[in-house]
């Protein structure tokens, strides 16, 4: 392409560029004559393409050479990217395979894994011992009493001092069912405290090898000494208390706990374990 000018542009161009121009294609010249011979054929076909009496011709051709600089490398590098790269730079590039990058999956316990069980020796798989009721004790009141087995005669059940009785006939302590029956005098040696207790206290009864645990769940007042349905027996297992209403009256107070946990007596360390 040639780029025509006017007389009087021509002119002041020649004069400006009259210094400007030898000086940069000598350098220009320079830097063509180190390419390889078929890169400089290609330069001096795009010589005698292009006017060399403007420098932004000059600018144009600079802008092509770089252009074909930079595609012949990519070429080279796309084109010879493993075995010519090692025999050029000494390096074994395929000595060494890359490391397979595996993605860790997700451990899914119920896929072919054994589900661990846990055991504590301390469980009992026995939740009905079918043990008699030893001792009774009731931190909130410090209460500690041995209980004594008091059979069922002419129907009643006879009191003894000092002591907390069981009621013979009434379910045995266990984690299933039933209505444990323990009454005791209403004197400070026996039943009197109880009547402090407040729903959620707990009451610890001990068998010979098992220590029962039972919370507070209700308190009677005025009860009939006819009205023995509370010992009756019952669904869930429970503990029962009863005394009198007063050292002079004749209507009875109970208290009703609900079951809350089994232990075995040798895996419990506590004060209450003495006797």
Excluded at 86 to 102: G, K, Q
Excluded at 146 to 151: A, C, F, R, S
Excluded at 247 to 262: A, D, E, G, M
């Amino acid at each position: 392409m040639n780029i025509l000018l006017t007389p009087n542009i021509k002119a002041n161009n020649e004069k400006s560029t009259s210094s400007l121009l030898p000086n940069k294609l000598i350098a220009f010249n320079r830097l063509v004559s180190t390419l390889p011979s078929a890169m400089r054929n290609l330069f001096d076909s795009f010589r005698t393409s292009f006017a060399w009496d403007n420098f932004r011709s000059l600018t144009i051709l600079t802008l092509w050479i770089f252009l074909f600089i930079l595609g012949t490398v990519q070429v080279i590098y796309f084109s010879s990217a493993l075995i010519p790269l090692r025999d050029w730079f000494n390096i074994d590039i395929l000595s060494t395979p890359a490391p397979t990058v595996r993605e860790e999956e997700p451990i899914n316990p119920s896929a072919g894994q054994p589900t661990p069980t846990i055991t504590y020796p301390c469980d009992t798989n026995n939740p009905e011992p079918n043990e008699e009721p030893e001792k009774l004790t009731i931190a909130k009141i410090d209460l500690d009493l041995d209980i004594k087995l008091v059979p069922l005669k002419d129907g009643t059940w006879e009191v003894h001092d000092y002591v907390a009785n069981y009621a013979q006939g009434t379910s045995l302590p266990n984690a299933i069912y039933g209505n444990t029956g323990l009454f005791g005098h209403d004197r400070p040696q026996a039943f009197a405290s109880i009547k402090k207790l407040s729903y959620g206290d707990e009451i610890i009864l001990f068998t010979k090898n098992f220590r029962f645990t039972y919370q507070v769940t209700e308190k009677l007042t005025q009860v009939d000494p006819k009205e023995v349905n509370v010992f009756y027996p019952t669904d869930k297992p429970q503990l029962t208390l009863i005394t009198c209403d007063g050292s002079l009256s004749k209507q009875r107070y109970v208290v009703k706990t609900v079951f809350i946990k089994l232990e075995k007596k040798t895996c419990v360390s506590d004060k209450t374990m003495s006797r």
